[in-house]
């Protein structure tokens, strides 16, 4: 199942963005799947999110354990987004940040992650 979530129009603010991933993956039928790949891609910058990244880092062990979170950023220094990841990854819940990453590259990195979480189930 794939669920996209873009927000347009400048003033970037991870607060929607985060509010909108956590209402999409911890639904009642969300134990159904093994994992959860989310991809993160901005080219702006905002105000740390707090109250949205608890929603996440007050999850269950094993929801967090589910949970994978790809971040992209245009910007080649991005203090908060690595804020998020280090939160995240100190909670158990694995992210990445990829920095100076440009849009024309994100049907390639997408791709990757696809595929290699495919061939893990595949074994």
């Not at 690595?82 to 990829?98: C, D, H, P």
Request: proline fraction near 2%; glycine fraction near 4%.
């Amino acid at each position: 199942m794939e669920h996209r979530i873009q927000l347009n129009g400048g003033s970037t603010d991870y607060r929607n963005a985060f509010q909108k991933s956590y209402t999409i993956i911890i639904p009642d039928y969300y134990d159904a799947f093994e994992r959860t790949e989310t991809l993160f891609y901005t080219n702006g910058g905002s105000l740390f999110p707090t109250e949205q990244v608890k929603y996440f880092t007050n999850l269950k062990e094993y929801q967090k354990n589910r949970i994978f979170l790809h971040c992209y950023s245009e910007e080649r220094y991005h203090t908060v987004l690595e804020m998020i990841v280090n939160e995240f990854n100190s909670n158990q819940i694995t992210s990445e940040l990829k920095k100076n990453f440009k849009v024309a590259d994100l049907k390639q990195a997408w791709t990757e992650v696809i595929t290699n979480e495919y061939h893990k189930l595949r074994g």
